[in-house]
Every structure is written in structure tokens, then in C-alpha cells.
T-cell receptor, first 116, second 114 residues
Framework: DGGITQSPKYLFRKEGQNVTLSCEQN?????MYWYRQDPGQGLRLIYY???????QKGDIAEGYSVSREKKESFPLTVTSAQKNPTAFYLC???????????????FGDGTRLSIL | GDSVTQMEGPVTLSEEAFLTINCTYT??????LFWYVQYPGEGLQLLLK?????DKGSNKGFEATYRKETTSFHLEKGSVQVSDSAVYFC?????????????FGQGTELSVKP
């Protein structure tokens, strides 16, 4: 079955530590996204990538970094500069149609990050 | 900029009650509108979508109509079940949002009691 796999499901970070969240998709989608979800605040876009080797900052990119070396993979690193990293992180992907831009996004099951 | 506003939750209903979750939007251009559902501990699943004015999206008994005149996309279901308990997100895409980005409302939690 095609889908998006996020790992790990739960992750703990120590002070001053960088951690990397994995996101892999086998849907052959060009575009991938990372969102942060906090209680009562909906989803906020961290980074997105429309094509391999290219990505753009979203609304809350500070303290995060990404890479897009392969079409299937879009890992997110939460750096020590992110002072409030505790949240639920969701990865998504979609096919892209630059003219219509009405393609829905498909989501993984998320990674819950907490501070030790 | 573009934005989405949903009614605040939590919404608590008895089984078989009628459900309405309000969603209004602000956008330039011609966006598409989506409803996503999130069950506890999971990611979001697309529930339904509408791509132009007067379109009606429907799935699993849920419906929403794209109303350009009132800039609304309210979610309705005639008879809810306990299994519908989840958080529902209204989202806007396309229009002036390039690259397939979506703008989400804050989510509305629905709790259905037996």
C-alpha cells in the first residue's frame, strides 16, 4: 500500500541536542511538507519542498532544518536553537499541479517530540 | 493574507444528532477547500474537498458546500455516530497559495456520546 511513514512515533530530546524526524513516502509525490501541531492551534507549516534538492521556509522555520536529497525522503531536524520543541510533528505529501494547485495532501501518523 | 476560521470546540453531541461545524475563509484568487479528520494519536485524513464555487464535497455521510457568496464551507452530517468522535480541520489551498500549501483552521473537536 502506498503511504507516508514517519518515525519514530515518540522521541525525546535532551537540552542542547539536535534530533531528526524521519519522513518517507512511496506515493511518487513531488511535494512534501512538515507541520507542527500544538493543542488548540491547528497546524503550522515549518518547511516545504516542491522538488528534490529544493525547499522553502514556512511560517515557523526558525530552529528547524530540512534536506531533500531524494524524492521519497524529507527529514526534519529540530535543532537546539528551537527552544520550545515539544509538539506533534506531521509530515505530508502531495502531487503538484502548478496550474490548479488543488491536490489534497496525504499525511503520516506523526511523531510526538518531548523534552527530557 | 489568506486565512481559515472554524467554530470553537469542543462540540458534544448525542448519537444520531445533526452535526454542523462552521468554517469561513478569507482568500484571494480561487482556492480549493478541504475538510480533514484527525483521530486520536493519528495524522490527518482527507474527508472531502471542493474545488470551485457551488461544488458539494461528500464522503461517509459528511457534506460541505463551497459557498463563495458567504465565503463558507460548513461541514454537516445528518446523524453522527460515536465513531465520528475526532478533531475536524477545515483547510484552504490553491488560490494565491503556491506550491500546494494548505492553510488550516484551528480544528474543532467533536465528541459523540452513546
Amino acid at each position: 500500500d502506498g503511504g507516508i511513514t514517519q518515525s519514530p512515533k515518540y522521541l525525546f530530546r535532551k537540552e542542547g541536542q539536535n534530533v531528526t524526524l524521519s519522513c518517507e513516502q512511496n506515493l511518487n509525490h513531488d511535494a512534501m511538507y512538515w507541520y507542527r501541531q500544538d493543542p488548540g492551534q491547528g497546524l503550522r507549516l515549518i518547511y516545504y519542498s516542491q522538488i528534490v534538492n529544493d525547499f522553502q521556509k514556512g511560517d515557523i522555520a526558525e530552529g528547524y532544518s530540512v534536506s531533500r536529497e531524494k524524492k521519497e525522503s524529507f527529514p526534519l531536524t529540530v535543532t537546539s536553537a528551537q527552544k520550545n520543541p515539544t509538539a506533534f510533528y506531521l509530515c505530508a505529501s502531495s502531487s503538484t499541479d502548478q496550474v490548479l494547485s488543488n491536490q489534497p495532501q496525504h499525511f503520516g501518523d506523526g511523531t510526538r517530540l518531548s523534552i527530557l | 493574507g489568506d486565512s481559515v476560521t472554524q467554530m470553537e470546540g469542543p462540540v458534544t453531541l448525542s448519537e444520531e444528532a445533526f452535526l454542523t461545524i462552521n468554517c469561513t475563509y478569507t482568500a484571494t484568487g480561487y482556492p480549493s477547500l478541504f475538510w480533514y479528520v484527525q483521530y486520536p494519536g493519528e495524522g490527518l485524513q482527507l474527508l472531502l474537498k471542493a474545488t470551485k464555487a457551488d461544488d458539494k464535497g461528500s464522503n461517509k455521510g459528511f457534506e460541505a458546500t463551497y459557498r463563495k457568496e458567504t465565503t463558507s464551507f460548513h461541514l454537516e452530517k445528518g446523524s453522527v455516530q460515536v465513531s465520528d468522535s475526532a478533531v475536524y480541520f477545515c483547510a484552504l489551498g490553491g488560490g494565491n497559495n503556491q506550491g500546494g500549501k494548505l492553510i488550516f483552521g484551528q480544528g474543532t473537536e467533536l465528541s459523540v456520546k452513546p
